[in-house]
DNA sequence: GTGGTCTAGACCACG
DNA sequence: GTGGTCTAGACCACC
């Protein structure tokens, strides 16, 4: 499972693990019923606190991602899907991302042209 | 200007009101040189405190989208535009934007009619 | 005399103006003796507020640079030259711009070369 | 990390000590990677609110010269010398001072000696 | 323990 | 009347 942690990154540290994991099940990288490496594997590889990829897979939890067997690691859940979030908090970060865009002087080509490619990237493991 | 602030939101408070008149610029309605009401008046509004206001007018200063006259008011800048350039990636909000929905089951069509209806509140006010 | 004004500048127009003669004085631009023009001129010739000009003179009446003879106008001051600050007033605003320069990674010679020019510029009308 | 507040400097509080950062950044004698001491021992040592310093570290962040770890304090960009590139024109400042220092009457080779010996202090601990 | 945010309210600087 | 700064103190988020 490759993580990468950017250190320039304004976000905390656990939600961008949270946030990579969860585009490799978008990405089917990560398939339903897989296992999860064990946390303190993953806080060693990234050389993090075993309490910050703990974060990451509790948040991961709450949100229906995961199933965390006590004693027995994390699979990804079979209901994946269905943790469905509300519409508006779809659209919120998607009009942010769009605006910034924007801003920045792309053209609306442009824009359309990089989620079609960001779109590709997240569907090619999908029937 | 129409601005909510939403509790539910993780960020804090001071970048929401930062982020929403970001995207009143982006979509024009807020066009280069207009003045912003005043960081009181915008405060008392949402029935927050001044200096949470203010940060977002600071925050929006630093990133070169506003011109803030000491004394005069704010005004959107003339070169908004390259202003947003060199924040870093662009693609970032955008790729964990549409991971979020694919997650929460949507199909590539349905993704695609969300941005281009977003695209289009966004265009509206453009030439 | 020409002045112009940055909006873009942090400082406030005030002692951005004031900061303008100053250089004009040092440079000989502006000789010991000689009248300034009325405040509601150069007002009028910058499109900025009366009294933001007037704030300008006062502050180079509160340094010695200007005489302020009450309806008759500004003359630059005979003794200029004895406004000298403190020691350590004229050290830290150098200090900062220096240290300024090299955090941008110019080198030892590429900042003499520049503080060269800009005395060149500053003496050219010096005996 | 030898910081001290000049009541008499017309800067902001926390402006003064985000420049005394740069400063120490600037002639190395806080290197890269090198971690800050915690805002509130800043604040306290200095006499200082807690918000005051935090106001300070926020904008040396948002200049690029600090990476701040929420929950671990803060350290030295790796790359704080492009960071300043930036930042508007350097010669303006270094202008004004050379302005100051002649006006006070301060000769060609008085000043060029004052830029010397800074100089030196600043780059004492370079390569 | 670390930094971040927010409030309430005072006071200053600018135009 | 505008924005800016600072204090005092509470509470939250992260590691």
């Not at 089917?28 to 490496?37: C, D, K, N, S, T």
């Not at 990451?56 to 027995?72: C, F, T």
């Not at 994390?74 to 509300?86: D, G, L, N």
């Not at 590709?120 to 493991?125: G, I």
Request: proline share 3%; glycine share 6%; charged share 30%.
């Amino acid at each position: 499972m490759y993580i990468t942690i950017d250190e320039e990154d304004k976000r905390p540290v656990y939600r961008q693990v949270a946030d990579e994991i969860k585009g490799l099940i978008a990405s089917r990288e990560l398939r339903e019923g897989v296992a999860l490496p064990p946390v303190r594997q993953v806080a060693a590889d990234l050389g993090v606190n075993l309490n910050t990829i703990a974060a990451a897979y509790r948040e991961l939890k709450k949100e229906g991602l995961l199933i965390v067997k006590h004693g027995s690691g994390a699979i990804v859940s079979t209901s994946s899907a269905q943790a469905v979030r509300k519409d508006a908090d779809l659209r919120k970060p998607l009009r942010a991302a769009l605006a910034q865009m924007v801003l920045a002087g792309l053209s609306r080509s442009e824009v359309l042209a990089a989620v079609d490619e960001e779109m590709r990237a997240l569907l090619k493991n999908h029937a």
